[in-house]
């Protein structure tokens, strides 16, 4: 059970507490928000509602702390991070309960998660203590005008204090993927959990407690993003903010300061269906990639282009596989479970009643239970249904024919995301002057879009992100360069 055995400490009645130097903590506000499980939709757990002097306390916390941290070897902070990793895994079981009972993430792919980030924690303090290690070394002579009277060396030393929000889809293993460069590259921790996923993520937090980590290096604030989001983004304290979830990051990346931001936003991911394409691998990438975790993944399949010639044939193959899906609790494991809350659901209802009303193709009958949407694909959808443009988040995926190549790279690039994009034919030739194309930070050919994994680069174009992630990619950028320029009084060759 949540908030038991080794995670006693965490909760404070029935209250989860919020983590500062190195102690779980109640917020002075003596206020807490309630966090709805999308299934039952009734209370599940209460997470403290931080106050602003508690956000002030806390960034101090992390400045003081984060000095020292930088001047641990580098060695001993991989040591404390594959100990948190190893702490994680061990503690897979509890974890991922919480993500059933707060996300409805299905039972398998709940745990799934939790040992995803222990393996991610893990490799970042791998990759980190090879890519630190090194640095570069110049001489002043390559530029004309200069003998070789200089010599720079340049390493990379931390940016400080590090905002991480993660959204709810992954509220432990987007946080990790946060976390784990942020400590190895010297820096310190304040975390900002999604409100659903919060008590995931507060247990996943104590697992660094146990591992040992020095007081104040990490912190985990709660509270709605809505209420203390401005008040943390804002903040002077903060060096660096990596973001990942929804529209709210180009808010955030409007109102930041001069800070570097790592920005993970929503996509649109398109696939392009060829007529050479082998339509059984394109039907089952397309369930798995557009269905799984009921469509709420930002690198969900989210429009379907296919070519007219062979568009019967995929739709049929695709709704002999979709009536396979189970629907239902989370605790069963089911493939199709309730989406994150009510007013996720009304606004995929939304959509589906627009596309309704401006006569799509139903391809299934439109189910609803609370916040369980069946799955449903939806064919002959054309550009002037909001289904063909809006990021529905939910287990309904739009289906557009297309008579050219051309149609379907117009259709992925008028898109205002860009995050990835995929493309089935049997032409790689063809699947490589598409990809280059299609304006999305990744292109993946014969296979749904993915992040993982998750030392692979991942980034958006457009309104999909800043920047890149990716376990080396988020090292480096939580990271800047220092350089030292040693002049020698005479150039070097000027003696022997
Ligand atoms: N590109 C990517 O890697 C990913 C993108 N996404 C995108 O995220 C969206 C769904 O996730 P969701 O969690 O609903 O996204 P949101 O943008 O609503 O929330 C993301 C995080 O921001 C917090 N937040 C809310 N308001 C503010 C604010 N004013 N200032 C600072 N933080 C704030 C939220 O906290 P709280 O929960 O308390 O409101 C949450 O922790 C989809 O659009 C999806 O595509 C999701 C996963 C990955
Ligand atoms: O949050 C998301 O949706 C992810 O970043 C996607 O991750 P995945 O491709 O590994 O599911």
């Keep these: 059970m949540a908030g038991s055995g080794v995670f006693a400490e965490?909760?404070?009645?029935?209250?989860?507490?919020?983590?500062?130097?190195?102690a779980w903590k109640t917020s002075s506000s003596g206020k807490s928000v309630p966090i709805i499980n999308p299934t039952t939709r009734s209370t599940q757990y209460k997470v403290q509602a931080c106050t602003q002097e508690e956000v002030n306390k806390v960034m101090e916390t992390a400045k003081n702390a984060q000095k020292l941290w930088a001047k641990t070897p580098l060695w001993?902070?991989?040591?404390?991070?594959?100990?948190?990793?190893?702490?994680?895994?061990?503690?897979?079981?509890?974890?991922?309960?919480?993500?059933?009972?707060?996300?409805?993430k299905p039972a398998k792919d709940a745990v799934t998660e939790v040992v995803r980030s222990g393996d991610l924690v893990s490799y970042c303090a791998e990759e980190g203590v090879r890519i630190l290690g090194e640095g570069k070394f110049l001489v002043s002579d390559s530029f004309p005008g200069n003998e070789r009277s200089k010599y720079c060396l340049t390493s990379k030393i931390p940016l400080g204090v590090i905002l991480a929000i993660p959204?709810?889809?992954?509220?432990?293993?987007?946080?990790?993927?946060?976390?784990?460069?942020?400590?190895?590259?010297?820096?310190?921790?304040?975390?900002?959990?999604?409100?659903?996923?919060?008590?995931a993520?507060?247990?996943?937090?104590?697992?660094?407690?146990?591992?040992?980590?020095?007081?104040?290096?990490?912190?985990?604030?709660?509270?709605?993003?809505?209420?203390?989001?401005?008040?943390?983004?804002?903040?002077?304290?903060?060096?660096?903010?990596?973001?990942?979830?929804?529209?709210?990051?180009?808010?955030i990346s409007k109102k930041a300061g001069m800070v570097p931001l790592q920005m993970e936003l929503g996509g649109k991911d398109a696939c392009i269906i060829l007529e050479d394409a082998d339509?059984?691998?394109?039907?089952?990438?397309?369930?798995?990639?557009?269905?799984?975790?009921?469509?709420?993944?930002?690198?969900?399949?989210?429009?379907?282009?296919?070519?007219?010639?062979?568009?019967?044939?995929?739709?049929?193959?695709?709704?002999?596989?979709?009536a396979k899906l189970t629907v239902g609790?989370?605790?069963?494991?089911?493939?199709?479970?309730?989406?994150?809350?009510?007013?996720s659901a009304n606004f995929i209802e939304g959509l589906i009643t627009d596309a309704k009303q401006k006569e799509a193709t139903f391809c299934q009958e439109y189910k609803r239970e609370g916040n369980l949407i069946y799955p449903l694909l939806l064919d002959n959808v054309r550009p002037d249904m909001r289904i063909a443009w809006e990021e529905p988040f939910g287990p309904v995926l739009p289906v557009i024919r297309i008579n050219s190549v051309e149609e379907g790279i117009?259709?992925?690039?008028?898109?205002?995301?860009?995050?990835?994009?995929?493309?089935?034919?049997?032409?790689?030739?063809?699947?490589?002057?598409?990809?280059?194309?299609?304006?999305?930070?990744?292109?993946?050919?014969?296979?749904?879009?993915?992040?993982g994994p998750d030392h692979f680069p991942f980034q958006g174009f457009k309104d999909s992100g800043i920047g890149s992630q990716g376990i080396t990619n988020s090292i480096n950028m939580m990271t800047k360069t220092k350089s030292m320029v040693i002049n020698l009084p005479t150039p070097t060759y000027s003696m022997g």
């Design 10 to 22: 965490i909760l404070d009645g029935d209250v989860f507490k919020y983590y500062t130097d190195g």
């Design 167 to 199: 959204p709810f889809n992954y509220p432990v293993n987007l946080a990790v993927s946060k976390i784990g460069p942020a400590l190895i590259a010297g820096n310190s921790l304040v975390l900002k959990p999604p409100t659903q996923g919060a008590v």
């Design 279 to 322: 339509l059984d691998l394109a039907a089952s990438s397309i369930v798995k990639g557009g269905f799984s975790y009921s469509g709420q993944r930002c690198t969900a399949i989210k429009v379907v282009l296919v070519m007219e010639s062979v568009a019967d044939a995929l739709v049929e193959k695709v709704n002999v596989k979709l």
């Design 329 to 343: 609790a989370p605790e069963d494991d089911c493939d199709i479970t309730p989406v994150v809350t009510e007013s």
């Design 410 to 451: 117009h259709h992925c690039n008028a898109s205002n995301f860009g995050l990835q994009g995929c493309i089935f034919t049997r032409d790689i030739n063809k699947a490589i002057l598409i990809g280059d194309a299609m304006e999305t930070g990744t292109v993946q050919i014969n296979s749904a879009p993915a992040r």
């Design 201 to 251: 993520a507060l247990h996943m937090v104590h697992c660094f407690h146990l591992a040992g980590f020095p007081k104040g290096l990490i912190n985990c604030v709660t509270g709605r993003g809505s209420e203390i989001g401005d008040f943390l983004t804002m903040h002077p304290g903060v060096d660096c903010i990596s973001f990942t979830g929804g529209d709210t990051g180009i808010a």
């Design 76 to 104: 001993k902070r991989a040591e404390l991070l594959h100990k948190a990793a190893a702490i994680l895994k061990e503690q897979k079981a509890p974890i991922a309960e919480c993500l059933v009972k707060e996300i409805a």
